[in-house]
């Protein structure tokens, strides 16, 4: 489940859109199940009788006993009638006799639901008892009319290289960077980067669930997929059938403070790994603890000064480390492939085993190029087709749109050295990473504020909130603030556990998680699951 961005290849391909308005996202449009066209209503009745057609996967990296299908949207809600986007759906047919279907959402933003379903899709195979397992990609994304920032090459507009990221410290610069860069994302994009986002994600859900046949929607939410089903529940309250939400995101802290608790998150998780890493006589940071956190701080500036050439075009530098790291925290399981790929790169100069993790888990070169269908008429487009680049800007794009905080560039010079400093103290590893990240959204029109300001006191059926007390990218509190905020519908679960989400790591949480989606039954509110092989606290109140 991605959390965070590869930080160069987002300043490389995808930054800034100063020039060109994206158009504030559907605040407060109210919700039906069915939209009627009553006057100030545009009418969507089409777009809701439609159903969903299942055949064979024609893309060959997509397993053979998976179905695909797609369901047709519009561009933009207030206008109907004035463009539309076909929606990649995929799933596994249900065993026996089938309830409907429950539809996933990995996270990111900017993770393909389709092509994450026929990776993983085994991890859910108890679903399939009583459902049709849908995974889906939402608008930009994977399949989906996906956006883009560039072809993969390493240079700005201006022909000056960007293998070393500008340094956050220095925003003058940084900004002169996003704004050379803006037209790429614009140019490759098409006209989905003017509709992106969570609002409008969120009504493509209910088209979806309406097109599958099904009177409520039922879900399960990864990471950023917390937040797509609380704004559903939002819009759509009583269409909202059996919820489980893992890994919680926050609704209301800014990005700024969204980028302190992941580099705090981040931080910590590296500390274990650390702690863990020392204990062996292959850790390629030695035995010593305190030596080997002072190294990853020394290697990472090291490759900032002096990247590595690669096999995989562009030189890799300190923050493509960083980003690697930031990827193979996110479970223990991952953390001796984590040790080795490092090890690898320490003793040999091979950075094949970090890129790995750097790219999601697959090493693909940078110099592919995008692919025209990327920007066409709102069509899908084949799997081989989809912009390398797409998780980074999708990832921009909609973080973006779903943020109303815009400070201009006075401002944002007055802020930055302080936040340098915070960020710097939250992680001396992550800290510039994520201050980089930070600063992407500078240059676009503010976001819409509907997420902030409406997505509470949800009136729904009861809903499940999985937290993780060890969760290096969405920490433990934000599932508390976030079940306080969506009111009595919210039921917590508490991991005890480590790692990013519960429901693939821990057997406690993936079996009441099933439970509640297969037959309702719900654990009381506030009871925990204990950390895998630790027997205590089974059901205790946390």
Known sequence: MPAVPRTRSVLRHCVGAGAVALAL????????????????????????????????????????????????????YTQPGKGTLDLALSRYRATGRSRGSVLLNFGGPGGSGVSQLGLSGKKFMGLTNGYDVVGFDPRGVGRSSPVSCGDGTAETPDGQSTAEPPDAAHPQALMKQLEQLTARCIRNSGPVLAHIGTVNAARDLDVIRQALGDSKLNYLGFSYGTKLGAVYAAQFPHNVGRMALDGVDTLTESLAQQGVAGAQGQQTALDDFLDWCVTDLGCPFGQDRRKAGEAVVRLVRSLDRDPMPSDFGAPFTGQDLVGALAQGLYGKELWPLLARALASLMEDGDTRGVQNFASGGYAVPLVRKTKTGARGGGGLVAGSDIPVDNLSAALMAINCADDPDRPGAEQLAKDVARLNREYQQASPVFGRFRLTQLMLCYGRPRGTSFIREQVKDVPTARMLLVGTRGDPATPYRWTIETARRLGPSAVVLDNRGDGHTGYTSSRCVHGKVDDFLLYGTLPADGSSCPADGDTSGVGSSG
């Open 25 to 76: 996202l559907g605040a407060g449009l109210p919700a039906a199940p069915v939209p009627p066209a009553d006057g100030d209503q545009p009418d969507l009745t089409r777009f809701y009788r439609q159903k969903a057609r299942w055949t064979a996967c024609q893309d060959e990296d997509l397993p053979k006993d998976m179905q695909c299908a797609k369901v047709t949207v519009p561009l933009d």
